[in-house]
């Protein structure tokens, strides 16, 4: 066990500037907190380099935390190192390690262009580990996968599904050849998802909250889908989008 | 046209009080802010007292504002009273005013037991136009839907539907009363949303982020669901789970 009592270590100020996107870039990794996450990425094998905790913290017997370094620090260097209000005594240190997607004609998977609340990337994530998506591609302009309120927001499922930025023109280029079908989202030229049968294997595109995908992806998809409205809203968030348009296709199949 | 130059003036002072839960309470109404939710206030016909505008602000033609008094500001007065970052230069006092729930046989309603985020409150009232819900019905223990963060991210639909505060044990008799089957969300004693026929109407109750719908009431449902989980999440953001099953329902019955 090694201890840092001060804030100002310097350990300590290297680790602080995981904070920012330039800080992960630059180190190759980030920044994780409270129990639920870290429990997950250990659980799940991610490659966290650190672990720090506070002096009161317990780590559970489950947690195997063989090759991890361990940091036991004062209360002053969790809260330095904290972005949420109320901390909860642990932190890790995760490289920043993407795994190739691989491509499977029966898998199912997401294309992510330009969403910019954090909350709502987390909740996609999320929302494609419960529907069993194999993979998520995240396009330019997206914001980035490490922030701290997207990995929140994951609830852990970042580390169960790969995740990893790419360029979406290229990907659907990629999908096509393999005999995945692309669904982009869009009104314009779309079906409704509960009329479009089961396509195996797909890829679905989901795009920027305001400004929805982008037209030159939209042109290259085979087939644009919407959710229906049935009230008065002009459109759903696109979390909640993802989560009925990915369920609801495998209820399509289910009901084949 | 009234003028108020000065973020000091008695008024602006007694509108800054609707910023708190208690103030509102008191004052039996809230305020708004953006020209999308202004806009959905009044061409909905809420109860729109004050238009509050910055000097730059153009009215669009298509606001009645008729029995509106509106007041022509300072940015500073804005910059007091908005809950934003970059304020938009339009707020709105709205008055508080319930209208009953109506029950319908045929009709849908949304029950909700202690939902604490104001963004789920908010994207569930959202979710709930969007799928064509009649009601909602908010438990104790809910977040205050007249919280800023609660009316940003209804995106307006609070304007749409009837949203109405209520004691749910009451509420549950009703609907089971009327004929209306009534839908727990839990695992326990649960069954897969796509397994569930056409009840023709129905209340769905939802719970609580972290510990679900109540055991008190989850006792009086007819029936609880379940969203399965294809993956390796534990659960679902409650927003998303709300729209897979009020759009899996409608499913359901188009299926049939």
């Not at 996107?21 to 799940?44: M, N, Q, S, T, Y």
């Not at 980035?144 to 994951?154: A, G, P």
């Not at 396509?199 to 042109?219: I, T």
């Not at 959710?227 to 495998?250: D, F, Q, R, T």
Request: aromatic share 6%; hydrophobic share 35%; glycine share 10%.
């Amino acid at each position: 066990m090694n201890r840092i009592a001060s804030p100002k270590n310097n350990r300590v100020k290297e680790w602080k500037k995981l904070n920012s996107k330039k800080g992960r870039d630059k180190a190759g990794c980030f920044i994780i907190e409270g129990p639920h996450l870290v429990e997950e990425a250990l659980l799940c094998h991610a490659p966290v380099s650190d672990l720090i905790i506070d002096e009161s913290f317990q780590i559970p017997a489950k947690w195997h935390t063989g090759n991890v370094t361990t940091w036991v620090v004062a209360s002053s260097v969790i809260n330095e190192l904290s972005d949420t209000e109320s901390p909860q005594g642990v932190i890790a240190i995760v490289e920043n390690e993407t795994k190739p997607i691989e491509l499977n004609p029966e898998g199912t998977y997401v294309l992510i262009d330009g969403i910019q609340d954090p909350g709502n990337l987390g909740t996609i994530i999320r929302t494609a580990d419960s529907a069993g998506v194999d993979g998520v591609i995240l396009g330019s302009g997206t914001v980035d996968l490490f922030n701290s309120k997207v990995l929140r927001s994951t609830q852990g499922s970042l580390f169960h599904i790969e995740v990893t930025k790419g360029n979406l023109n290229e990907w659907i280029d990629r999908f096509k050849k393999g005999g995945i079908k692309v669904y982009g989202t869009a009104l314009q030229d779309g079906v409704a998802y509960t009329k479009e049968s089961d396509p195996g294997g797909y890829a679905l595109l989901l795009g920027n909250e305001a400004n929805g995908v982008s037209p030159d992806l939209l042109e290259k998809t085979d087939q644009n889908l919407f959710v229906p409205i049935y009230g008065k809203a002009e459109s759903l968030n696109v979390a909640v989008a993802a989560g009925i348009l990915l369920y609801g296709m495998k209820q399509n199949r289910v009901n084949q």
